[in-house]
């Protein structure tokens, strides 16, 4: 192999497939990418064996070739040069990188033990605008379960209709569920590893439109304009979601977010000390009463609040609630009870396709 | 007590005075800040018993009183509120921190057993400017030991003498030597825990002009405008450094400090994996060649380099040469060799007043 390439495009591809590497593989060839120069392209593929990335640049190649190299040495390299061009010259299982000054000499790994990329057969394939795959991505994978006795719950249940997408996350205490519209004239489910989206919004660049996505039986495929993500998929069932989504409320209470979540935040720094960060809310004409208490201290907090039907009391494990809050991008939100054992459903003003599910915490008096 | 305070100006000074606060402490008292309220001032102290951090700020106090509260909870309460203005309320064992729409009750300790700031009897004083300070600080404690078998050399040697205080700090393989011209009338010298050091310069103000040094047999005290620092001193002997101090050298080489420390710096990338973050220096004619050898891989650094004297090849542990560099605040820098067994003695063209001494390795071949 002998190429001359940009350093930072270099740069920029290195980052991207990186992050399909493990800190914790135990097999070293894992923890290299393997290159590959063909055709004036030079291709870039890591991979854990769950999660591959495949990566691709233009760039001079002047003789054909693969090879693995560390990942982590090679990407230091090539940050730490300060060229704008440098020739990448491999013969056998040395890798010479040669810049104005610099002038390096590294082993490679030969390509033969490389995984191969899963194979997409089945040809089920649809498109998701890229902005609405990040957005649903941040507002559910916090909310899976890393219980991993509980496989099925620490991914993304993602469930394909012909006119929208719903990605549902549950864990036993919350769902976090975000629909997408779409046309994908098909009709499938599959649950996605958690750590598989987030890498994923991670590589997904500004001027990304449509991201494609490719199904077979046990894989999904994410093509980006330069890159494409592959990831295993759990199997098993997920949890029958739809029967959470309750429509009719008795208690309704509108609020400022940044309001609440500042008051929640206070209250916390009392409650998490003490037995499930316990935070109790009484929802009540134009306010609603934060209290918590603990060996150290008690605190109250008191937000503003247009609150319609009943007033109510209900306790929390403050967490669950903050978490989903964080998420939430809109000025406005709505916590949406029935009584104070069944779950509160929150939705956010600016996005109809969003409700985070928070079971209370049941109190002995 | 009874104070009403300003917000933004109570979190400044808790941020100041728990800087003295050690994580590791066994101490609950220790973990509290104790609160002074008087004549319309409000003085915070917290202490881990070497370091002692005093600061005052004016408020209204409308009932006087002391206690000691938890620094962290009362930090994180204080900071996480959003009002102007807040009533702090003292009553026997319970703090009420009251603002708007919040409302704490907190656990507060008697002031009894904190134990008492240092006496400060005997008497030497002399001043310092806060910026030569800051830049002593800055480019000595680094260097110091963490072997806190050599006690001693875990903190800076600070030298005074009626014209300059020298600052030293020495680690056995290498010296940090800054001087600052002052105006004493005064010859001692202590040694000062690094640490007072690093934190003391954390809480000196942009505004700060000069700051009041205070010394007794087993104390120094540093006084800011708003606030005051105390530090035990390490008793013992220090090394004889003035012998260190070599004025002929026959090899000097100048070099751009930014290109210097880049090549280094991709040097160890090859050269930390292996022993002692060894590069080799082939200092000759108009460069300076580094290269550095290692199981897996080798690296040629060449850097552009004026070079008055014999040519020169010697060998050093990276990290000293880098932790030493990046200190500096030149464009440019002299190394000064003799040969290849004796300390390289760095200097900045900028600075005079500082110089940075490393010891070579010896190589078997």
């Known amino acids: 192999m002998k190429i001359k390439v940009n350093r930072k495009e270099l740069v920029k591809h290195i980052n ?142 993602m469930d394909v209709n012909p006119e929208e997408i719903n990605f549902v996350a549950i864990d036993g205490f919350r769902m976090a569920l975000k629909s997408i519209k779409t046309k994908t004239e098909t009709k499938t489910s599959v649950i996605i590893p958690a750590r598989a989206l987030n890498e994923l919004v991670k590589i997904i660049e500004e001027e990304e439109k449509i991201i494609k996505v490719d199904l077979s039986f046990n894989q999904i495929k994410f093509t980006l304009d330069n890159a494409e993500l592959y990831s295993t998929l759990i199997p098993g069932e997920f949890f029958k979601y739809e029967g959470l989504i309750r429509k009719n409320h008795t208690t309704v209470a509108s609020t400022n977010i940044f309001e609440l979540q500042n008051a929640l935040e206070r209250a916390s720094l009392l409650a998490k000390e003490e037995r499930a960060n316990l935070v109790k809310l009484d929802v009540h004409d134009s306010d609603i009463l934060i209290t918590s208490n603990s060996e150290i201290g008690s605190v109250k907090e008191n937000v503003e609040s247009q609150v319609d039907g009943e007033g109510l009391k209900i306790a929390f494990n403050s967490k669950y609630l903050l978490e989903g809050i964080k998420n939430m991008t809109s000025e406005t939100l709505k916590l949406n009870f029935t009584d104070s054992v069944n779950p509160c459903i929150i939705t956010e003003e600016e996005d109809p396709d969003y409700i985070y599910l928070v079971l209370p915490v049941r109190l002995a008096n």
């Open 16 to 157: 991207i497939v990186q992050k399909a590497i493990s800190n914790r593989t135990t097999k070293q060839i894992l923890e290299g990418i393997l290159l590959i120069a063909e055709d004036n392209i030079l291709t870039l593929i890591a991979s854990d064996e769950k999660i591959s990335i495949k990566s691709k640049l233009s760039t001079i190649v002047n003789k054909s070739g693969k090879c693995v190299v560390n990942a982590r040495l090679f990407g230091e390299i090539i940050r730490r040069l300060q060229d704008d061009v440098i020739d990448i010259t491999v013969n056998q299982n040395n890798m010479n990188i040669n810049a104005k000054r610099s002038d390096f000499n590294i082993q490679v790994q030969n390509e033969e033990e490389f995984p191969n990329l899963p194979r997409m057969d089945d040809g089920l394939n649809f498109e998701i605008d890229s902005e609405d795959l990040k957005d649903a991505v941040r507002k559910t994978t916090f909310a899976v379960s890393i219980d991993e006795t509980r496989i099925n719950f620490t991914g993304v249940f």
